[in-house]
């Protein structure tokens, strides 16, 4: 299965920010409904994507957002 194919059956998003931290990528982006996800990737393949709860602190996504490279919305394009 190509990445475009998988995004494409997780539906469509509008990235608020990505993390690139160690060889991972995290984007945070919201969908249709304004619910918070986040979309998971691995040397620039994609992995999967899950709806955000909560974020705990000191989980590995939050040390990504704290300590990764990271581009926030205005330098984004949507995703769909």
Request: hydrophobic share 40%; proline share 4%; charged share 25%.
């Amino acid at each position: 299965m190509t990445t475009n194919k998988a995004l494409m059956e997780h539906g469509e998003f509008t990235p608020e920010r990505i993390a690139f931290y160690r060889d991972i990528a995290f984007v945070e982006a919201v969908d249709p409904q304004n619910e918070l996800h986040y979309l998971f990737f691995y040397k620039e393949q994609f992995l999967t994507c899950k709806k955000a709860l909560k974020l705990k602190r000191s989980s590995f996504i939050e040390q990504a957002f704290k300590d990764g490279i990271v581009f926030y919305a205005h330098t984004l394009s949507p995703i769909n």
